[in-house]
Nanobody, 115 residues
Framework: QVQLVESGGGLVQPGGSLRLSCAAS????????MGWYRQTPGKQRELVAT???????NYADSVKGRFTISRDNAKNTVTLQMDSLKPEDTAVYYC?????????WGQGTQVTVSS
């Protein structure tokens, strides 16, 4: 199976920046896309950004223009650069990996935006 390890979460002030990284390992075969979802208490997990193996990106409207997703196919990693952070960005962020058959999730990393 595929294991996903996230890093880079933490506490940041409004307007600040954080960079999240996710490394995939294990039985990696054909990857179709990787990305990030987030979840806050009392709400459903929502898409933040995804990127296909070919580099096509997709962003939630709430983060468009502030977040940038990128990937390194050779290293099987995906990075989320988060700029101009807002308190409403506070959530647990989950790495997401989709093969042609299965979907895998990371354990989640906490991002808190507060003054």
């Amino acid at each position: 199976q595929v294991q996903l390890v996230e890093s880079g979460g933490g506490l940041v002030q409004p307007g600040g920046s954080l960079r999240l990284s996710c490394a995939a390992s294990g039985s990696i075969f054909s990857n179709r896309a990787m990305g990030w979802y987030r979840q806050t208490p009392g709400k459903q997990r929502e898409l933040v950004a995804t990127i296909t193996r070919g580099g096509t990106t997709n962003y939630a409207d709430s983060v468009k223009g502030r977040f940038t997703i990128s990937r390194d196919n050779a290293k099987n990693t995906v990075t989320l650069q988060m700029d101009s952070l807002k308190p409403e960005d506070t959530a647990v962020y989950y790495c997401w990996y989709a093969s042609q058959t299965y979907v895998y999730w990371g354990q989640g990393t906490q991002v808190t935006v507060s003054s």
